[in-house]
């Protein structure tokens, strides 16, 4: 038995041993399933992307903005993120309307890739306080700082972040299991359990975050009674 455990006796000592046990098997599951909710967001920029950069093949400005971005992809295929972040930096302040918001979030993700994850949120914090960008993108940019600075944000930033994608945005469940995570790092296990929770019991969210949310409640003892 640990120094002290005597002192509060050995069904507490237990209850921290089976905390332990959770905790770890939660972060075992977030593992597991992170890469899913990364791979949906690939899906969707891919998607937007193709229908922005066919919008700016149709404008005079297209070969040249088309070009830049293929130069700026082949710096990151040559495993040089920076200097490809840089590049779709230029892309993304320039006067191209078909790519600008595309190359915005390579920016962030060659960042990301290069270990400047203090630049990458700031490229995300600008496209969000762009309200020239669709309310669904500046909601994904705000989940995509959380998702990847989750560890090192503060819990009350996190909280303000999140809280800001309204209730009918495409990423409201992903917000609501950041928010769950969020809570369970600042030692709010309750908090935690209760949204996630909402979120398992929410018949319109994607089949794939309610079971993801149920498995990671029942890992942390299951509801709130």
Known sequence: MPAGAEEYGVADFINEVDE??????????????????????????????????????????????????RAALTEAQAGKPLEAAAAFGSLAGGDHDGYALLARFQQAANLIEGKDLPSAIKVFDAIAADSGNAARFRDLARYLAVFHGLDTMPADEARQRLAVIAADSPWAGSATELKALAELKAGEKDAARRLLTALADDAGAPADLRGRAAEMLAALGGPVE
């Open 20 to 69: 332990e046990v959770r905790r770890e098997r939660m972060q075992k599951l977030w593992k597991r399933w992170s890469p899913l909710a990364i791979g949906a967001v690939v899906l969707l920029l891919a998607a937007v992307g193709g229908w922005q950069v066919w919008q700016g093949w149709r404008a005079d400005k297209a070969a040249a903005a088309s070009a830049a971005f």
